[in-house]
């Protein structure tokens, strides 16, 4: 109205006849001034797009011949005088570059203190490092181009592709960290091709300051001058030496990568040919078989999920501003990051499809400020800390809190009850129309991966209730404490408490009670841990090891049944739910009895037997859309992808696994005959050249279990090695009384009442009666019983002030 009364009065019909004939003329020229604005927007994005390839081109083949000892090249102050890559990823380039590249950065300095380094005595001449600098630069600008090409080819948002790589979550910040590490691997490429021409020693581990890092970066990896607080910090820092084990960190080599070019190509066969594909090895070797171990609950492989993804995060390549990269596209030309997976044309599933090659993109690489093969990116703490939970970032943490008595925050049902906060994000890979005009959501968690499955989700959202459970108890008893006192707190109970559960009731019947007690990996009856002081430090990283996160700790997937029973508590009918229809489908959790249906399944399914056999469920029908009718399959295959990842990661071949355990050492497939399961051995001695070929996730899953414990030998060697670190190299362990700020005996006795079937009985909703050991099944040793006999902590003993028996000896 205000268009018409303040420039167009209308006072007599004339004017209206004026006024109508003016008003189509002016909107007929707003039509065409809308045009050409349109036509001159499309024309600067394309001309800004091209700039920003042409300016990135230019910087990076300019070369200063300047001294590389120039006085200024290493001050904190000097950013301007170095191609920086940027965190901040909402430009249309994903990596923010200065345009005044510069080589004068002096080779080997990192903006920090060499006696804080102590990493390397090696160093560049001058003409390696400019050497260096170009072949890096060069590879960030193909790199570049390559992401420009890849984003014509998008994937489509509800494919199982997609929904994969929503499932394997990647930060915002990676892709620019991941552009310096392609920097950095080219460097090595040529500096190590430089020297073995003139016959001189490797240059792997030498420091290499590209200037393509916020000084922090690197700073991060190296500083042994971190401050220890009363608290964990939210993204693992500060509790071991040089930041080991906090997130956004490359994982730890337990033995040297076996790529096929000693620096970052896939692993190849002994002979130098091609492995056989994943997927055959997959269809021969992994294929479905009906079993059952009427000894465990599925609840075992939850809680081996949630505590998968309390510690580990495999950063995934990604695209311009995040997207992901599509790799059977049809144009042709692919992606450096991709690695599909080769399907065979008589393949039983895609060949129906259509379909030549599964997608499959490779790890991102994760820089190292120094020279060295290709790494990979772990994006959480490796502690044991609720990162699940609570996040390893601040900004995640800090987007989850209520800000009130130290809650979580959570979302009510119209019957009071809490879930997780929604997730309103239309592109999350879970959400959907027709769900959310329903007013239901998806949900958000401390990790992004939360609505992979429903009972993954469930766990979730136990633990955030059991969160906010403790937070108003402690509340209670201090009411004098403040939010970010009741929340750190709490925290600092959470994270004590999924430490006891993953060692006394989880770990045990992993890998049996023989290995826990030999190596004193049990929680205690009363007093406290004594921390060891080795003097090797490096025995106690417990920065997640790539070989666990790659294929060990994926053993549970042979674990889980094809269906799902779940029961009508009502009706006392039961009914079945294929494995794939679970996944990205939380949204049964909105009904009244959603928790106590998907906590009753979990506790009362029975495991497969651990075995190399696979349900279909998850090697046809994965990430599949769980609420269309498909009569041909078209999901992906977990096993492939498990293969693949190893593969990419250049982890070596089954048989160096075996021998860096102390297991006998084989030459052929005979000299395996007694260790493996004799028709798997037959199968993959057909499938692979050699026997030093075979897959450590392969190799590993035929083998026969140990007595006492779920697996074979490797793995559980392999798992044993990961969680005696988690626990030795942890400063702030539960049951530690050297750290900032132990708990007292006390409350160490309070936190050794805590289970997770103790856990279901508070969080959950419906639940009255349990087994007390939910990873197992019930039997005469292990009978349901009422919520109310099982015991639990109380917090009595944190009220301020109480009178404790902390003892500093």
Known sequence: MRGITERTPLRRSTDSIDYIEFASLLRSRRTRLRQFQCCVCGILIVVFTMALIVSVSYSMSQTNSTNPKHENATSPDSSDNALRLGLALGSISHAAFSSTASVTAEPNSILISKEDINISTKHLSQMEYTQALRAGKQAIKDHLSADVIAAKSPLLPSSPESRHRHAVSTCSNVSALALAAVGEIAATKIIEKMRSTHDEPSAIDTIFDSGWLPKNVCKR??????????????????????????????????????????????????????????????????????????????????????????????????????????????????????????????????????KTCMDFVRSAPAPQ?????????????????????????????????????????????????????????????????????????????????????????????????????????????????????????????IGAQLQHITYREFLPIIVGNKRMNEQDL?????????????????????????????????????????????????????????????????????????????????????????????????????????????TVPCGLDLVSLNIQRGRDHGLPGYTVWREYCGLRKVKTFDDLEDYLDHQVLKQISDLYETVDDVDLYTG?????????????????????????????????WYEFVEQPYPF???????????????????????ITQIQIQVMRSVDTDNSMVSCKDIPGPSFTSWKENYTSNLTLS
Not at 231 to 260: E, H, Q, V
Not at 320 to 331: A, H, K, R, T, Y
Not at 454 to 476: C, D, F, G, K
Not at 539 to 559: G, K, Q, S, Y
């Open 700 to 732: 590993a899953l035929a083998e026969i279990p140990e007595s006492d414990s779920l697996i074979g030998p490797t793995f559980s060697c392999l798992i044993l090695n990961q969680f005696v670190r988690l626990q030795k190299g942890d400063r702030f």
């Open 369 to 493: 400020c120094k020279l060295g093969p290709r790494e990979q990116l772990n994006q959480v703490s490796a502690f044991i800390d609720g990162s699940a939970i609570y996040g390893s970032d601040n900004e995640t943490a800090y987007n989850l809190r209520e800000f009130i008595g130290g809650r979580l925050r959570m979302q009510y049902t119209p019957d009071n009850r809490t879930l997780l906060p929604p997730s309103t994000n239309p592109n999350d890979g879970c959400n959907r129309e027709a769900e959310r005009r329903r007013g239901r959501y998806c949900f958000v968690a401390g990790d992004a991966r939360a609505n992979e499955n429903l009972y993954l989700t469930t766990m979730h959202l136990l633990w955030a209730r059991q969160h906010n459970r403790i937070a108003n108890e402690l509340a209670r008893i201090n009411p004098a404490w403040n939010d970010e006192t009741l929340y750190q707190e709490t925290r600092r109970i």
């Open 522 to 630: 049990r929680p205690l009856m009363s007093g406290y841990k004594k921390r060891m002081h080795d003097p090797n430090e490096l025995e106690n990283d417990p920065t997640i090891a790539n070989h666990f996160a790659t294929a060990v700790f994926r053993f549970a997937h042979t674990l889980l049944p094809g269906l799902m029973k779940m029961t009508d508590a009502e009706k006392d009918t039961p009914s079945y739910i294929e494995l794939h229809k679970m996944l990205f489908n939380p949204y049964s959790l909105y009904a009244e009895d959603g928790i106590r249906r998907s906590v009753s399944s979990a506790t009362t399914n029975v495991i497969q037997r651990y075995s190399t056999h696979v349900t279909s469920q998850l090697t046809n029908h994965l990430f599949e859309d769980p609420m269309a009718n498909f």
């Open 221 to 354: 990896y190296f500083d042994r001058t971190c401050k220890t607080g009363k608290y964990r910090t939210i993204d693992g820092s500060c509790n071991r030496p040089k930041n080991w084990g906090a997130s956004m960190k490359p994982f730890r080599r337990a033995l040297p990568p076996d790529y096929a070019d000693g620096i970052e190509s896939p692993r190849k066969a002994r002979s130098g040919k091609e492995l056989p594909s994943a997927r055959e090895v997959s269809l021969k070797v992994h294929k479905p078989s009906a079993s059952s171990n009427p000894s465990f609950t599925v609840m075992l492989a939850v809680f081996g999920q949630f505590l998968d993804h309390d510690i580990t995060a495999t950063a995934l390549s990604q695209g311009v501003n995040g997207s992901s990269i599509s790799c059977c596209s049809l144009l042709g030309r692919q992606h450096p990051e991709c690695f599909p997976v080769q399907v065979a044309t008589d393949d039983p599933v895609y060949d129906l499809t259509g």
């Open 744 to 766: 007292t005996e006390d409350q160490l006795m309070e936190i050794r009442k805590s289970s997770m079937a103790k856990l279901i009985c508070d969080c959950s909703d419906g």
